[in-house]
């Protein structure tokens, strides 16, 4: 295996909104401070993979802006979804500290052809480099602004709340001027196109369990957690019983006839 591409984030950007001297669009060559511990994982997979570049191993790292829309495994923990569910299930967004943030955000299959191309790109192009993968970056009150504006396209009302008491808030912006420059990469997907999308799958689908585990990552990691600390316990149905613990029954004689 020759080409590895890593799944990264920009949010080892984070600086904070209390940092205004570097709330500024930051590029790939810039040094990186992540607080989270998120963050802070996937800066050193990225630092250990590098390590490991050579002629045999071409990795590719792949700084993913804010996801938003439609999948399978549906996301309501991301905030484009998350606005999308909150209309949906209560009739209105809610901003933390008044929206002020900034965040970078790309559609989700805008994201899978990024991974595309950094696979079928030429190794020297993309050999041991990083590349931010945005569409656009946006104030969140913005963002639910634009969310309102598609949601009423589908004949959804919804109002927008905010408080305004800093909670720990992330906040960073981003250039993809690189992954365009190198790779030709443009997202085509907007926010208010993925929203009508979003919602026209949520109905036909039945996605409408907005509180189940499955669609939120740090409860759904809990959960599975969790099961598998019960199933080392008891085991599971599925496998098979071990040799000696197979009680071996006398086999019963022939009737004469």
């Excluded at 209390?18 to 669009?25: F, G, L, P, Y």
């Excluded at 990186?32 to 990795?59: I, M, N, T």
């Excluded at 790309?106 to 994201?111: E, P």
Aim: hydrophobic share 40%; net charge negative.
């Amino acid at each position: 295996m020759r080409r590895y591409i890593f799944a990264s984030s920009c949010s080892v950007y984070d600086v904070g909104v209390v940092d205004e001297e570097r709330d500024i669009v930051l590029n790939e060559d810039v040094p990186v401070h992540p607080r989270a511990a998120y963050a802070v994982s996937k800066l050193a997979g990225e630092q250990q993979l590098l390590a490991l570049a050579d002629d045999d191993f071409c990795p590719v790292i792949l700084r993913m802006g804010t996801l938003f829309g439609f999948s399978p495994r549906m996301r309501y923990d991301l905030v484009v979804n998350t606005f999308v569910k909150d209309a949906l299930q209560k009739g209105y967004l809610h901003l933390h500290y008044g929206g002020q943030m900034w965040r970078p955000l790309v559609d989700v299959r805008d994201a899978a052809r990024a991974y595309v191309m950094a696979l079928e790109a030429d190794e020297n192009i993309v050999a041991g480099q990083i590349f931010n993968v945005v569409a656009e970056n946006y104030r969140i009150s913005e963002l639910a602004l634009r969310v309102c504006e598609a949601l009423r396209e589908k004949d959804i009302q919804t109002e927008i709340h905010s408080t305004f008491q800093y909670s720990g808030v992330r906040n960073y912006r981003v250039s993809g001027k690189k992954i365009f420059r190198c790779l030709h990469y443009k997202p085509l997907i907007t926010v208010q196109e993925s929203v009508e999308h979003m919602v026209d799958m949520i109905r036909e689908y039945g996605y409408t369990d907005f509180d189940n585990d499955r669609y939120y990552n740090i409860r759904w990691m809990k959960l599975l957690e969790e099961i598998k600390r019960m199933i080392s316990i008891t085991g599971t149905v599925f496998e098979m019983p071990s040799v000696k613990s197979v009680v071996e029954l006398p086999v019963p004689k022939r009737a004469h006839a």
